[in-house]
């Protein structure tokens, strides 16, 4: 569990920040769509909770990734 929390609060490279930010952007609108206050089609609704899914997956994945740099003389 330690591996874990030290592995969400380490430096994340720059290209799975941007990954995040989207998966966040896909939890945002897939919440929208669900929460909507009108009926929507079958086919919308269910749209809106794989982008919900989707987006929360990518942004936890991202947030674990961590760049390991080699140091001096490691292999």
Request: charged content about 15%.
């Amino acid at each position: 569990m330690k591996k874990i929390l030290n592995r969400a609060s380490a430096p994340t490279p720059k290209f799975f920040k941007v990954l995040r930010n989207v998966g966040l952007a896909l939890v945002a609108i897939g919440g929208t769509i669900l929460a909507a206050p009108i009926a929507l089609p079958v086919v919308v609704t269910s749209i809106g909770g794989y982008l919900a899914v989707a987006g929360g997956v990518v942004s936890a994945v991202s947030q674990l990734t961590t760049s390991t740099e080699k140091e001096d003389g490691a292999q």
